[in-house]
């Protein structure tokens, strides 16, 4: 059963991209028409491709790894922040940080340096400096907050990256590119899809758009989490079931070597 339907994605106004003038021509496939010089997108497809990108969203967060979500645009900070949040996975709402990926050393050592503030700052060690270096370290700590603070657990790469307008966050998408990492994607028809390697055509400027997309996505990854989480409770119970399977195989071996001996040392009749 496909997660999202057509009814669903017309009403939210995913079929709506740009204009003819503004499409690029690698996105043909996904179009339907054209209506009063607007491209109208097949919703047909983008059903079929939601799919087609949850059950592989699925399948990364059921391994336990993080997917970045990326949405700097206004129409979509909030909601990406929002559902991003709800199944604990990291994101980037603000400008993004070049070298986020390919750099990724050095924005690690951004975010140590903004735990580290928090750290001293707790300590009482900030207590004893001048109201300005106070205030120019409260500063430096609230960039670091605005910028980093959604990916401050992100302890290593993610494994993948969905991204909402891959046009204007072509930065990301091309870091991504260059360390092989997977890029799912909502495609509106003035962009590229062929950096794309899991493409979501429809319109990437509504935000009712956004969030029916984001919600098929999140559940997915909700429910990969979820089997991720009763697949160790079923590993944890079968172990500890063998150990205690175990411990009275021993036992068991314990009590017949105990009766040997009492065997052994019992006197003969006469």
């Not at 491209?39 to 983008?46: A, N, Q, S």
């Not at 699925?58 to 206004?74: P, W």
């Not at 928090?118 to 409260?138: F, P």
Request: hydrophobic letters at 40%; charged letters at 30%; glycine letters at 4%.
């Amino acid at each position: 059963m496909s997660r999202t339907n057509f009814d669903t994605l017309l009403e939210a106004g995913s079929h709506f991209g740009h204009l003819k003038r503004k499409w690029n021509p690698a996105m043909a496939p996904y179009i339907f028409m054209e209506k009063n010089g607007i491209h109208i997108i097949d919703l047909h497809k983008t059903v079929v491709k939601i799919d087609e990108a949850a059950e592989a969203l699925k399948n990364i967060a059921k391994s336990g790894r993080k997917i970045l979500f990326v949405a700097t645009k206004k129409q979509a900070k909030t909601v990406v922040a929002e559902k991003a949040t709800s199944i604990n996975m990291p994101y980037v709402i603000e400008r993004w940080p070049g070298g986020m990926l390919t750099n990724f050393a050095t924005i690690r050592k951004a975010v140590k340096k903004m735990a580290n503030i928090d750290k001293l700052t707790a300590d009482g060690t900030y207590a004893n400096l001048s109201k300005r270096e106070a205030l120019q370290i409260s500063r430096q700590r609230a960039k670091l907050e605005k910028n980093l603070g959604s990916v401050a657990d992100l302890t290593r790469l993610p494994a993948a990256l969905f991204v909402v307008d891959v046009l204007k966050e072509q930065i990301a998408v091309r870091e991504a590119n260059r360390l092989g990492i997977p890029v799912f994607g909502i495609v509106d028809t003035n962009s590229n899809p062929d950096n794309v390697d899991f493409v979501i055509p429809a319109n990437d400027d509504a935000s009712k758009s956004i969030e029916v997309i984001l919600d098929a996505c999140c559940e997915a990854i909700a429910e990969g989490i979820e089997e991720r989480k009763a697949e160790r409770v079923d590993t944890e119970a079968a172990e500890e079931k063998a150990e205690r399977g175990g411990r009275k195989s021993a036992r068991v071996e314990d009590e017949a070597e105990a009766e040997e001996a009492e065997e052994a040392e019992a006197p003969e009749e006469a």
